[in-house]
């Protein structure tokens, strides 16, 4: 269960390497932006904010159309998680004349799908 904290972040803890993978299952994605929970992750130096309401059903396309795809008779999916992967790397160029004042980092997001429900992944643990 996603409960928002007095914050109202989400903080993914990260081991300060220079790509950091997070997987969260999509009842907790819906919670997210339900609760209206930022997903907040720091690495290294930086902080990645991702606001509630950014990726999810009726906000992506490849959720909607994943979400189809699982409602479909026969279906070889059942769920979906979100993958965010951070990377932060050295930037060696400059930026308007300037040497920049922090760390390059992409946030890449991806729609995985998965052939059980969260449910069944944790009673096969």
């Given at each position: 269960m996603i409960k928002r904290s007095s914050s109202g972040e989400?903080?993914?803890?990260?081991?300060n390497k220079p790509i950091n993978t997070y997987y969260i299952p999509s009842n907790s994605i819906e919670a997210i932006n339900d609760q209206l929970v930022t997903i907040v992750i720091e690495s290294k130096d930086q902080v990645v904010g991702i606001r509630p309401k950014t990726l999810g059903i009726g906000l992506t396309d490849e959720v909607d159309?994943?979400?189809?795809d699982i409602a479909r008779y026969n279906s070889t999916y059942e769920d979906y998680?979100?993958?965010i992967r951070v990377y932060s790397d050295d930037y060696n160029g400059k930026i308007n004349n300037e040497d920049p004042s922090s760390e390059l980092v992409?946030?890449?997001f991806a729609v995985i799908e998965s052939r059980?429900?969260?449910?069944d992944m944790d009673s096969a643990w």
């Open positions: 989400l903080k993914l803890y990260s081991e159309e994943l979400i189809d998680y979100l993958r992409q946030v890449e059980k429900e969260e449910e």
